[in-house]
């Protein structure tokens, strides 16, 4: 459960993004606060992607507001993705530097402070110290994922962007990974926003699930909740309904 | 301006070429063999015409001269290419770096990687072929800030070009030098030119520089007003591609080709 005290470290006002007539994001509003792990599901093209970017600042919504520690994102992007980072299936960090050459540039951009140490740190904790000098290209896509959260981790920061985080590692692996963005939540108190396809995983790491679909937050709060509330043997079979409706919704 | 992030993009390149020496091949095999190339044909042409003209400060001055705005073209739009082909926009951006961060950390490679080719040319061209710079005096200096300026700038308005039209434009890049060397009037007098070409000549800075050169050359010395010209030009140059790149990012970031950067995804 989340602390009654949590503060919200993300806060999303009304966003919308428009692509000529498609609308990709409708009206989304949610926040994640401070110790807590959303989960951000929905089909494929829902746009919860979409709703990623336009928090990372590499995609201007077409209207709403998204706060960061209290930071206006359009105002001052900078600032507000100091607070910020993120790890992605589909953002591998560039295969011809070794791991260490990548956490440190990285860690200068973030303006990681006694970045050496920093990055000691997060190779220990991701257990990459012997692929340290490595380059990144020749990793598996496990070792990659591993250091794209490594990378994610450097900075401390307050809000964790995961998209699809597990989506190509082995099971053990992606439970150690659940493990440990649990653990950067409740010890750190970080704020994660997570996207996952494994209703399995969302079901056993996020305090509280989104599902989008075609743009729009159709359904929202504790997995265990939603389940019941919905009469669902499953958050998969919840899932399933909604996509199915929704799509016949828009047929 | 965050001089850690500058120098992350600089340690970025660095890494890169300490990573894989073969990158530092292209910065000098190409200027290599073009000094050897017009050396031997300028110590030719002085033997046929005797002593009346030497071509060697006139010609092969002018090669190293271009050859170097071209090195310092492609050391901004190599390094930007780099992220490019590593696909690693998404991960650069998505961070506090500002764009004026990002093109600094471009320029300041461009500074280390076109010395090294200039280096590499002024030994060769004065160690094989006896070229010397000191008859062109202190106009040198202008000189050589125009063409820096003029190929910091054209680097970041090929980047821009790259960024609005995706990677497979890259091919457009490259030969930007080329084209323009015959409007520039590197080896010839621009009055050599029909109108047309000169009404071109005259909007593009580098044509002042290679006319002083041959003014001195000539025994006259270059005119101070064309070469201060030349040199805000230049500087106008930098202001127009920095501002079309910061045009082309915000599109970017509108539309999505950030997160989505590829050959496909863009229209």
């Not at chain 1, 093209?45 to 706060?67: D, F, H, Q, S, Y």
């Not at chain 2, 009346?52 to 492609?74: C, E, H, K, S, Y």
Request: hydrophobic share 50%.
């Amino acid at each position: 459960m989340i602390p009654a005290n949590s503060t919200a470290v993300l806060s999303v006002q009304g966003l919308c993004k428009t692509y000529g007539q498609t609308v990709a994001v409708n009206d989304v509003s949610f926040a994640v606060n401070r110790g807590e792990i959303v989960g951000l599901v929905g089909p494929n093209g829902a746009g919860k992607t979409t709703t990623i970017n336009m928090i990372l600042g590499v995609l201007e919504p077409t209207a709403g507001a998204i706060r960061i520690a209290g930071v206006d994102l359009a105002k001052r992007p900078s600032e507000a993705l100091s607070n910020t980072n993120f790890a992605a299936v589909y953002a591998p960090l560039p295969g011809n530097l070794t791991v260490e050459q990548n956490l440190r540039v990285f860690g200068m951009i973030y303006g990681v402070k006694a970045l050496g140490a920093r990055i000691e740190a997060v190779l220990d904790e991701f257990d990459l110290l012997r692929f340290r000098r490595q380059k990144c290209g020749v990793l598996s896509s496990g070792e990659q994922t591993r250091v794209g959260l490594a990378k994610a981790m450097l900075n401390n920061p307050q809000l964790l962007l995961l998209d699809e985080p597990t989506a190509s590692i082995d099971p053990s692996s992606a439970r150690d990974i659940r493990a440990r963005i649990r653990n950067f939540a409740a010890e750190r108190q970080g704020a994660v926003l997570w996207t996952s396809h494994n209703m399995y995983e969302v079901t056993e790491v996020c305090h509280r699930v989104l599902f989008l679909a075609q743009g729009r937050i159709l359904l929202q709060g504790e997995p265990d909740a939603l389940i019941r509330e919905h009469g669902a043997a499953t958050l998969e079979d919840l899932f399933v309904s909604v996509a199915q409706q929704s799509l016949e919704a828009e047929a | 301006m965050n001089p850690s992030r500058v120098a992350a993009i600089v340690l970025r390149q660095i890494y890169l070429y300490r990573g894989s020496p073969v990158r530092l091949l292209p910065m000098i095999a190409w200027v290599t063999i073009d000094i050897v190339l017009w050396g031997f044909i300028t110590r030719y042409l002085n033997t046929v015409t005797g002593a009346r003209f030497n071509f060697v400060p006139a010609i092969l001055g002018a090669v190293l001269l271009w050859d170097f705005l071209t090195r310092v073209m492609q050391g901004v739009t190599t390094a930007f290419f780099e992220d490019v082909w590593s696909r690693n926009f998404l991960n650069i951006f998505a961070t506090p770096l500002k764009v004026s961060e990002y093109l600094s950390g471009l320029v300041i490679t461009a500074i280390g990687t076109s010395l090294v080719g200039l280096l590499a040319m002024l030994v060769l061209a004065s160690g094989l072929f006896g070229l010397s710079f000191v008859s062109y005096g202190l106009a040198l200096i202008p000189f050589v800030l125009v063409l820096f300026l003029t190929g910091i700038a054209l680097g970041v308005f090929g980047a821009s070009i790259v960024l609005r039209l995706g990677p497979a434009s890259e091919w457009l890049i490259w030969p930007i030098p080329s084209i323009l060397s015959p409007f520039v009037g590197v080896f010839y007098p621009l009055s050599t030119l029909p109108r047309w070409m000169q009404a071109v000549s005259r909007l593009l800075a580098p044509s002042y520089v290679f006319e002083g050169m041959r003014a001195i050359v000539a025994g006259k010395g270059p005119a101070p007003g064309l070469l201060a010209l030349s040199c805000g030009m230049a500087v106008g140059y930098i202001v127009l591609a920095c501002l079309t790149f910061t045009l082309v990012y915000r599109h970017a970031i509108r539309t999505g080709l950030i997160a989505r950067y590829s050959a496909e995804s863009v229209g």
